[in-house]
């Protein structure tokens, strides 16, 4: 399947089908196979450190360090990201403000809640301003209220930002997608596209 620069696409599909499989192979983890993954027409297995340049992965574990604050944690990450040393503090608090980070900034991350862990998960995945954000359900364990503030989140999010997330809710990729990806047993059996269809092979 291909996703298209400034959509917001969802990988729909029951516990099992293969979603996470899917993003790991999208961001590189995992080594396909077979088949080839692309990122920005550039080729995962040929270019990987190009292609991960281009990416930010939120996986369903967030990678979070929990004796760092959120805002060591960010610098730590743009750091590794290779954001210019002079720049580094400004990229963080923008991103620390996007995220809704800012009473949190100076919060050991052990001691935050779920959806503010989630958050600062989304955090480091902006770290370095990759054009595109892949989110492995992203909204998983959260409260209903911390899934609203989520859901906000992402569709912001998507504004400037090529964004692929995998969910197992049907009416969240309905609330937040303009495509949604359907997949069973590793394989991609439906493209739906603004009340259309595809077939698998077509």
């Known amino acids: 399947f291909h996703v298209h620069a400034g959509e917001i696409v969802g990988l729909l599909g029951r516990n099992g089908a293969g979603k996470t499989t899917a993003l790991n192979l999208i961001t590189g983890y995992f080594p396909p196979t077979e088949g080839t993954v692309r990122i920005g027409g550039k080729e995962m297995i040929a270019d990987p450190r190009?292609?991960?340049?281009?990416?930010?992965?939120?996986?369903?574990?967030?990678?979070?360090?929990?004796?760092?604050?959120?805002?060591?944690?960010?610098?730590?990450?743009?750091?590794?990201?290779?954001?210019?040393?002079?720049?580094?503090?400004?990229?963080?608090?923008?991103?620390?403000?996007?995220?809704?980070?800012?009473?949190?900034?100076?919060?050991?991350?052990?001691?935050?809640?779920?959806?503010?862990?989630?958050?600062?998960?989304?955090?480091?995945a902006l770290c370095g301003a990759p054009e595109i954000l892949i989110l492995d359900e992203p909204t998983v364990g959260l409260?209903?209220?911390?899934?609203?503030?989520?859901?906000?989140?992402?569709?912001?999010?998507?504004?400037?930002?090529?964004v692929l997330f995998?969910?197992?809710?049907?009416?969240?990729?309905?609330?937040?997608c303009s495509r949604v990806i359907i997949l069973h047993e590793g394989r991609m059996i439906r493209s739906l596209e603004l009340g259309k269809e595809q077939d698998n092979g077509m």
């Open 166 to 176: 995998s969910s197992h809710l049907l009416s969240e990729v309905q609330q937040l």
């Open 143 to 162: 409260d209903p209220k911390q899934t609203v503030e989520m859901r906000e989140l992402i569709r912001k999010l998507g504004e400037s930002h090529t």
């Open 50 to 124: 190009g292609c991960k340049r281009m990416i930010g992965y939120l996986p369903e574990k967030p990678p979070l360090y929990d004796e760092m604050t959120v805002e060591e944690y960010l610098l730590f990450v743009s750091e590794l990201r290779e954001v210019v040393k002079k720049a580094n503090k400004k990229h963080v608090d923008e991103i620390i403000e996007l995220c809704g980070l800012t009473e949190m900034r100076h919060r050991v991350i052990g001691n935050l809640s779920k959806g503010y862990r989630q958050r600062t998960g989304i955090a480091q």
